[in-house]
């Protein structure tokens, strides 16, 4: 059984011929009349009175009829609600984004898309990036922002690259340095991401590429927790320039670091073949044209 049968009963029902209902739904006699007849076959019960003169509804014609009504009612209710969605632009997106890394970028293009959108709700979940891949392959997500490596499992937009800068003291003998290295750090104590990070990986493996082991202060998620402790002198911290160039010099020192490696990277990422709901497309269609040519 499919709607247009229902809504052939209908139409057969209303005009009491099977021509004129053929006729309103634009369709040949002998289709309405074989899916009448279909119909009849699949519920077993005759559902019109037959002549030469006109058709009628038999009891169990009534009886579907009243169904065919509601159900048709609800169908086309459904699509109502579809269109009303699309016109309203409403919804729900959910992000992941890390606490930590600068989002300066994806920030102005939350703040516009708000602004084009207000009914379309933003929820956002900060995560570090290893969880954030994991809730994107476990469907927890719509979208999320991190570095993504996979393209068997994932489709994306880049829309940061963010040099690092290291950080620390004004006082600190390497502030007086034009840049840092990998081996200016050896014996210093580092304040670094943690290991949801894969920034983490990268900073402990450039010391030891340097031939050392870096001797960690602190792990940590939270960049007010980083910048407290090197202004109380309990070590050097790396972060992204876009972070760096807020601070005030007079109490952190910034100074360039020499791994052009090194960088944030960021892309809003999904899950590909991932089904997304219409504000979520929406919300990608828009990420799309503010950072064009990267789909």
Known sequence: MEIRHLEYLMEVARHKSFSKAAEVTHISQPTISKAI????????????YRSTKYVELTDAGEAILEQAQQIVASFRNIHAQL?????LQTGKVHIGLPPLTAV???????????SHFPKIHIQLYEYGPKQIEASLQEGLLD?????????????????EQDPHRIMMHPTHPLAKRGHVDYADLK???????????????????????AGFIPEIA???????LMTQMVTAKLGLALLPSKICKDFDPEIIAVRPFSDSQLFLELALTWKRNRY????????????????????
């Open 37 to 48: 007849k279909d119909l009849e076959a699949e519920l077993g019960k005759t559902l019109f």
């Open 83 to 87: 269109d009303g969605l699309e016109k």
């Open 104 to 114: 300066t970028a994806f920030s102005h293009m939350l703040g516009a898309f708000k």
């Open 143 to 159: 979208f999320g922002i991190f570095t993504p490596e996979d393209s068997d499992l994932f489709e994306w937009i880049w829309f």
């Open 187 to 209: 014996g210093e104590q580092l304040i670094i991401y943690n290991s949801y990070y894969k920034l983490h990986d990268q900073i402990i493996n450039g010391c030891k590429r």
């Open 218 to 224: 602190f792990e940590t998620t939270q960049r007010e």
């Open 276 to 295: 997304l709901s219409h504000a979520a497309r929406r919300f990608l269609a828009f990420v799309s044209d503010s950072v064009p040519g990267q789909i």
